[in-house]
């Protein structure tokens, strides 16, 4: 499921609206393409809208979705790489049907597909190697879905219904897609298990060159120097976690440390004794021995002029 706060729109993308240049007389992979995209905005709980395999002035064919997820809705990023990745899912679909049902031929109406999915990756990563690695997860993900017999014969029946219908309406595919799955179910032809740890040696057909080039390149090493500035830095921070250094302390002390969020020497030695005072649950005698611990393991805390803390950097002591 989507997290709450990211809208849902009824004003759907168009799933693989190519160019209808020369539409070919065999139509058996463009109705398996928009199949394939249908099957999985119904798995994935889009809806369908509508499918046809009938070409207009734009389209060799369509695939629309009843519902489209908002990227931009989605507040958090972790909300919008699911969003991207259900979506690609999605687009997907068509490339990797046309894949398993004739290996190695180029696709007929994924191109746009294709480059949807790197304009909404665009939107959430900026690195163009995470762009194609992400991409080509994804297409083995949609290809392990539609590659189970339960969701591939869910398509060779769609696809044979377009074939003789050429156009349906989103409820009528629904409706059929339905009734299929459940006689699916129930047949005795359908395997009951997943054979776990089974390799399946398909690859991208969008970004082989690039997996191929990946495969027999070794990257140099990346050089391991510092700046003078970092590597003469005063003073130098002590990262040593500020409950070792101080040890022992007090069960309360060091719950009281802990709930002010500090972790290292470093931390401590942004605290004053009437900083101390400001900490949950401390009272004189806790802070007097955070102080005297302080003083005996040698690590300096500020003096009592110094500027609180969350003063000098209210996101880190927020």
Known sequence: MLDNETRVENQPITISEEKAVDPSKDEEPLAYHEAAH?????????????????PDERTLGHTRPARAYDLESARHRRGRRYIVEQNAIVLH???????????????????????????EMFRVEDDGSIHITWCNYLWQRTYTLLA??????????????LLTYRT?????????????DDVLRHDPSMPNAV?????????????RAWHSKCVG???PAKRTDLPEGVETM????????????????????????ENANIRSVMDLAYWSRHALSFMRGVGKLTIQEIVDAAARAGVHIAPDDAPLPW???????R
């Open 38 to 54: 249908a099957v999985a905005m119904w798995k994935l709980h889009y809806g369908i809208e509508s499918i046809s395999i009938d």
């Open 93 to 119: 679909a068509g490339s990797v049907a046309e894949q398993l049902l004739r290996p190695g031929r180029k696709p007929t109406a994924a191109a746009i597909d294709h480059d949807r999915i790197h304009e």
């Open 148 to 161: 189970w017999p339960g969701q591939w014969k869910l398509i060779v029946a769609l696809a044979r219904v």
């Open 168 to 180: 349906l309406d989103g409820r009528s595919a629904e409706f059929y897609l339905k009734r299929a």
């Open 195 to 207: 054979l776990v740890g089974d390799v399946t040696y398909a690859c991208s057909p969008w970004h």
């Open 217 to 219: 390149t070794t990257t």
């Open 234 to 257: 005063e003073p130098k921070p002590d990262l040593r976690p500020v409950r070792w250094a101080l040890w022992p302390l007090s069960t309360r002390a060091q719950r009281c440390i």
């Open 311 to 317: 003063v000098v950097d209210p996101e880190r002591w």
